[in-house]
């Protein structure tokens, strides 16, 4: 690459800002991109060219280096030369992000984002909680500061891939571009690393968190716990995803914000009607309803007010009581003669339908 003036290449003055560099290389780039200049060698050299100045100049550090000492300055440290497509098209969500509706424009980059997940009760979930919780997660090493380097020394700039953290190796009629196998793709490599976290940057620590769970979270909901997550080399923490998986309850089932359950009635509470009482999902209260006379299997009945909160606003749903008539299995002397009577009363004898059924099969 040509070791022209960045200023010069991008055709900008000295003093210019962030926001001139970067309406400077956008120009820039989409009159030489690749795409729009196919299989055209100076356009590629020339958007190459500046994309390597903008990636210097739009960095405060690597500015004050190039301003005071130059191309040999940027060498002497693994910042110069043309980093990779990739790094170019990376830089497209900060210069192009208005072309796009501003997507990427704005979003910093963050360490990983880490997933935790807790199982909470029927109730829990309903009522709200908070849950004590410990994340293992891995921090940037406070003794190296995330460099992996001892104190006292820096990492340096990898020989094999020369800080690009790539290489390129010749097969047949292609080129193949690779992670280094010297540096793993970092660009850079530790000649003295540091003892606590041995090389790596980073450290594993377990850290408490107390978690307030809201009412009316419903099963695999999922809340966000923000710069709770894992740090990176010179990034800021990720989130924290916290997913509820709700036990089931014995009695209640939940559909959205309403509560079902089931009340058993025997035949005569069906027939004459009366005056139960129902469990609330609030622990410990109940409430007396009236059943009518003659309620069929499977009516309902609603409570209102008195199911799951919702997460906004103060309202409560409802709970909806499903009525099951229960045929009784054992009878006693009394009983079988109260039900043959009534059957009568009800002109269907049991014995005479009984030998009416006989007489039609011929027996």
Avoid: W
Wanted: some cysteine.
């Amino acid at each position: 690459m040509s070791q022209r003036d960045y200023y010069e290449v991008l055709e900008v003055p000295k003093n210019a800002n962030e926001s001139e560099l970067k309406k400077a290389y956008r120009q820039l780039a989409l009159k030489y991109h690749p795409d729009k200049n196919p299989g055209d060698k100076q356009a590629e050299d020339k958007f190459k060219e500046a994309s390597e100045a903008y990636n210097i100049l739009k960095d405060a550090e690597k500015r004050q280096v190039y301003d005071q000492y130059g191309h040999d300055g940027l060498k002497g440290r693994g910042y110069g030369g043309f980093s990779g497509f990739d790094d170019i098209f990376s830089q497209f969500g900060d210069v192009f992000g208005d072309f796009f509706g501003g997507g990427g424009g704005g979003r910093q980059r963050t360490g990983s984002d880490l997933r935790l997940d807790i199982s909470i009760s029927f109730q829990e979930a309903a009522f709200g909680t908070e849950k004590e919780v410990e994340v293992s997660k891995h921090n940037p090493c406070g003794t190296c500061e995330g460099s992996g380097a001892k104190p006292g020394h820096r990492p340096q700039p990898c020989r094999t891939c020369r800080g690009t953290g790539q290489v390129i190796r010749a097969q047949g009629f292609f080129s193949v571009q690779s992670p280094c196998p010297d540096c793993r793709g970092a660009g850079q490599v530790i000649t003295h690393p540091c003892t606590d976290c041995r090389g790596d940057g980073q450290v594993l620590q377990n850290k408490k968190l107390s978690i307030n769970i809201p009412a009316g979270v419903d099963d695999g909901a999922r809340l966000r716990l923000r710069d709770e997550g894992e740090g990176g080399p010179g990034l800021p923490p990720g989130d924290l995803y916290v997913i509820m998986h709700v036990a089931a309850h014995e009695f209640f089932h939940r559909e959205e914000h309403d509560i079902h359950c089931r009340m058993n009635l025997t035949f005569s509470q069906a027939a004459l009607g009366a005056k139960i009482q129902v469990p609330l999902l609030d622990e410990g209260k109940t409430q007396i309803i009236s059943v009518p006379a003659g309620v069929q299997s499977n009516d309902t009945h609603r409570i209102p007010g008195v199911g799951i909160p919702q997460l906004r606003g103060h309202r409560r749903g409802d709970q909806v009581i499903h009525f099951i008539i229960e045929t009784p299995k054992h009878l006693n002397k009394k009983q079988k003669e109260l039900f043959q009577e009534l059957a009568e009363i009800e002109g269907n004898p049991i014995k005479e339908t009984l030998k009416g059924f006989f007489q039609k099969l011929g027996i």
